[in-house]
């Protein structure tokens, strides 16, 4: 739904372009007739005829984003000829010129000799001006359009470009009864228009070669989902009074000991698995289904791969895979994304690699599993039984072995085991590294984020400038989970990016571990950082990303652990100088 919504006032906002502009004229050539009688039919027209254009495009994407590398390349020529048409109006005359000889004619017809004035000639008009509207938005939708085909050919797609017309529509409606004095003072600015559509064009022939070169897996991936989830963030929260399943806040991730519910005897009936067609992509497994999957018992893992809770949780979920797998048990990972480099699937593709995860991967960068499950936590458990059933969920991190024992009791129910021949014994998962559970006994520095969104303890002096490069002074003194900058920093709402060639970044802390989630500069060069404890190398307390002298380096978007105690636990103070500039800085975790 709120999709739809979106795409509804993406549609209403389309009056602000200037493409929009030949079109106006059809719609204000009968604005001095009934409106009920004349307007609303050629409004409708119009929206129908956009809407099934639209569609025939996108469904025709979406084949092309199945065909994986090939559709990639394919997908870059259309944004290309979507860019030339922008570029080059004469180019996009030629292209478009049959769909636009069918919608002049279809136009004579409808208006014929001048008296028609009836619903059902404007109804044709609005067909006709829809053909003609079709090639005109197309190219300034080409992305939209794209992004809607990675939904796949279904009603959703249809729905979300019939949402799209209908805002368009709203639109000019609003302008047909204000009256033709809106088109005559926007005909102004139509040399700016032109201008300005070439520019774009101009912009979008840069992206396509950026893309083609690779870098929409750095910067162009960022950038574009950025500003999608920052509005969407803000009309979740509009809708449901701010009580959407979509939580991201720092107080939702699950920590050892919070939100943890243990096994009931009977293992009641919580609900039923939802459909998993809602994933983007798959890894390690194609396409399944709920369907697909009764007569399984089935494990979703709820997870992403910068969480450190997520990351502690997984040797138990990949020994669990190993060990039941021959006795009927799928485990399944919805991999749904917190920051925004973690809804490109190249990135998390290389993860799941290297975190040795061999089960089947969910991409559920548009959070449909996450909703249909209400889910609100970063890791989740939900135990489904052979019948499709959720019988347990867990929250966070621990109580491990009342999760493996729920998992032996559902296999024995499937009959897939029985209670003699079930795999015995509880795992005892071997960690190391990041992986290594926390020290929850003597952990007093939470979760802490770099982006202005959900900062706190911020004390560098005047606080954080939002969105504007400003040139930072360290704290004089922190107290315990106080933080601050030092150098030329821009924040944003989930992270900030060095600005100078050198910066740095101090914290006072209390905890065994301490990690950063960080990213190298937008075009993928690595970072050099150095890391000092209380003003000298870690040696000894070093973390598996830093050498003994505090040295390392930030080559990709994940976190990074920096320290890792091995003696009595004590205040400290943390800091970070990175020496080559763009860095990329998005909360800070302990354990």
């Not at 994407?61 to 290309?80: D, T």
């Not at 300005?196 to 162009?220: E, N, S």
């Not at 485990?331 to 990135?347: L, M, T």
């Amino acid at each position: 739904m709120l999709l739809i919504v979106l795409a509804y006032l993406g549609g209403a906002l389309t009056i602000l372009s200037p493409c929009i502009l030949p079109v106006l004229p059809f719609v204000f050539a009968r604005a001095d007739q009934p409106f009920v009688r004349s307007g609303l039919p050629l409004l409708a027209g119009m929206s129908v005829t956009f809407a099934l254009v639209a569609t025939l495009a996108a469904v025709g994407g979406g084949w092309v984003a199945q065909a994986n590398q090939y559709g990639r390349w394919l997908a870059i020529v259309l944004l290309a000829v979507f860019g030339l048409t922008l570029l080059l109006p004469s180019f996009a005359e030629r292209l478009m010129r049959p769909l636009v000889n069918a919608g002049n004619r279809l136009s004579t017809f409808a208006q014929g000799d001048g008296q028609k004035s009836g619903a059902g000639s404007s109804f044709l008009l609005g067909i006709a001006t829809g053909l003609l509207w079709a090639p005109c938005a197309g190219p300034i939708l080409g992305l939209v359009l794209t992004g809607a085909a990675l939904r796949g050919a279904s009603i959703g797609t249809t729905l979300l470009l019939v949402a799209y017309a209908a805002g368009a529509a709203t639109s000019l409606a609003v302008a047909l009864l204000i009256g033709g004095r809106v088109f005559t003072a926007m005909k102004r600015s139509l040399g700016a228009g032109e201008w300005v559509r070439r520019g774009i064009g101009a912009a979008m022939l840069a992206g396509v070669a950026a893309i083609a070169l690779g870098f929409d897996t750095g910067v162009l991936a960022r950038v574009s989902t950025v500003a999608t989830s920052g509005i969407e963030q803000k009309l979740v929260d509009r809708l449901s009074g701010g009580g959407a399943a979509m939580q991201t806040k720092a107080k939702v991730k699950a920590t050892p000991g919070m939100m943890q519910v243990s096994a009931e005897p009977a293992l009641p009936v919580e609900g039923r698995l939802p459909p998993l067609t809602g994933a983007v992509e798959w890894l390690n497994s194609p396409p399944l289904t709920a369907d697909a999957l009764r007569g399984k018992v089935v494990l979703i893992d709820v997870w992403t791969y910068s969480c450190i809770n997520c990351l502690r949780t997984l040797p138990y979920v990949k020994a669990w895979a190993q060990k039941y797998r021959d006795q009927g048990l799928v485990v399944i990972g919805v991999h749904a994304p917190e920051f925004a480099f973690e809804r490109n699937v190249d990135n998390v593709r290389k993860a799941t690699h290297d975190l040795g995860i061999d089960y089947p991967v969910a991409i559920d960068n548009n959070f449909a599993i996450w909703r249909a499950l209400n889910n609100q936590y970063w890791p989740a458990h939900y135990f489904v039984d052979a019948q499709g059933q959720i019988r347990h969920h867990h929250f966070g991190e621990g109580e491990y072995a009342e999760s493996e024992k729920v998992i032996q009791q559902l296999l024995v129910e499937a009959g897939h085991a029985s209670a003699a021949n079930v795999a015995t014994g509880l795992t005892k998962a071997g960690a190391e590294g990041v992986q290594l559970a926390a020290d929850g006994a003597d952990m007093r520095s939470p979760e802490t984020y770099v982006g202005y969104q959900r900062a706190e303890n911020f004390a560098s002096p005047g606080g954080q400038t939002r969105d504007q490069v400003h040139d930072y002074a360290a704290p004089k003194r922190l107290s315990v989970n106080d933080w601050g900058f030092a150098g030329e920093w821009k924040v944003g709402g989930e992270r900030a990016t060095l600005a100078a060639t050198q910066g740095s970044i101090v914290y006072r802390f209390h905890a065994r571990d301490l990690h950063l989630v960080l990213g190298p500069t937008p075009d993928g060069k690595p970072v050099r950082f150095r890391v000092s404890i209380d003003g000298a190398a870690p040696g000894a307390a070093h973390g598996t990303d830093v050498a003994a002298d505090g040295s390392g380096t930030v080559t990709e978007e994940r976190l990074y652990q920096l320290v890792r105690q091995t003696g009595a636990i004590e205040d400290h103070t943390f800091s970070i100088e990175f020496l080559d500039a763009g860095v990329e800085a998005y909360a800070f975790t302990f354990g």
